[in-house]
Nanobody
Framework: VQLQASGGGLVQPGGSLRLSCAAS????????IGWFRQAPGKELEGLAC????????YYADSVKGRFTSSRDNAKNMVYLQMNSLIFEDTAVYYC??????????????????WGKGTQVTVSS
């Protein structure tokens, strides 16, 4: 079972990035998927979560209106579209699986499998 977040990079304030979460060895559509980030010296922060079908999503206040999670179960992929990026969005971003496919929330302790993160740097 492997999970991998990708798509990070360097972007200017106000810019956009789309992160992808890919799985190998198991079908992502068995799970709800959470997105998290950790900035240097800060705690892990829950950002978004999408249920199994993609019909229900959750967003933390810090990203609501700017970030959108979606999924393409046929491609075994989950995405996090990040718009209007600000300096404070600089962090390593992770995706993780939640066994309850209906769960949408930000509790990182519920998550089971975590992928390797991808660095997002917002800088002018």
């Amino acid at each position: 079972v492997q999970l991998q977040a990708s798509g990070g990079g360097l972007v200017q304030p106000g810019g956009s990035l789309r992160l992808s979460c890919a799985a190998s060895g198991f079908p992502l559509d068995d799970y709800a998927i959470g997105w998290f980030r950790q900035a240097p010296g800060k705690e892990l922060e829950g950002l978004a979560c999408i249920n199994r079908s993609g019909s229900v999503t959750y967003y933390a206040d810090s990203v609501k209106g700017r970030f959108t999670s979606s999924r393409d179960n046929a491609k075994n992929m989950v995405y996090l579209q990040m718009n209007s990026l600000i300096f404070e969005d600089t962090a390593v971003y992770y995706c993780a699986t939640e066994r309850n496919p209906s769960y949408v929330g930000e509790d990182h302790e519920r998550m089971d499998d975590w992928g390797k993160g991808t660095q997002v740097t917002v800088s002018s």
